[in-house]
C-alpha cells in the first residue's frame, strides 16, 4: 500500500514526529511510504483566485512542492496526519497545506482520489481540555469527505508539555491498537 503521512510540528523530532514514527514502526509488511514534513517543503498561501475552478485540477501556483503533494495524497491508501495543537487549532505550516488542497475541493470528479485510510495523531502541550482538538476535528470532517478517507482512529496526546508523547502509555495504547487495524486490513 502506498502510506503518505504529514508531519505537521514547527519542531522537528520532538513529540508529534516521535508518535508518527511510533505508529509506523507498527505498520507490517513492505510499503512505500512518502514522509511530508512541513519544515522541508515549500507552500505558498492558497490565494482564493478560484483558478482551479476553472483549470481543474490546477493550482495558478506552479513552482512549490504542492503539485507533488496532490499527487501523493491522491494515490495514498493509508494517509496519516500528524500535527501538534497552537492555539487551539492547526499550526500554520500545515494549515497552509490544507488550504492549497482547495484543488481537489474543487473538482468535478473527485474518483481519481483513491480511497483510503486515515489516522490522524493530535498532539496538544496543555492538560487535557474541553475543546483542545475542536478545531482540528472540524477542519478534518471537510478533508476525510473530499478526500474519500475513512477516518480509523484521532488518537490525542494531551499535557505534551510536561508528559512526553513516548511516556504516555494511554495514548501509546490507541497507536498500537490503530497499527493492528491497519495491519490486519492491509495484509489480508
Ligand atoms: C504557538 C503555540 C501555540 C500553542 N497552543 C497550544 C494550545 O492552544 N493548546 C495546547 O494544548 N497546546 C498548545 N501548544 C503546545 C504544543 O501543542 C505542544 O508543545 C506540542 O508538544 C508541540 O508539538 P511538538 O512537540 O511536536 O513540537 C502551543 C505551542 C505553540 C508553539
Redesign the pocket.
Known sequence: MNIVTIMG???NG????KALDYFLDRIEGTHSIENINVNKVEIRHCLACDYCLKHQGECVIKDDDMKSIYEKIEESDLFVIAT?????AF?SKIKTLIDRTQVLYNLEDRSIIKNKDLVVIG????PK?GR?FQAIENTLEFYTRYLNCNQLGFVKF?H??DVAALENDEKLAELNALAEMVNQKHLS
Open positions: 510540528s514547527h519542531r520532538k513529540h508529534t514526529q501538534p495543537v497552537y492555539f487551539s499550526p498532539v496538544g502541550g496543555a481540555y483542545q494531551s505534551s508539555d
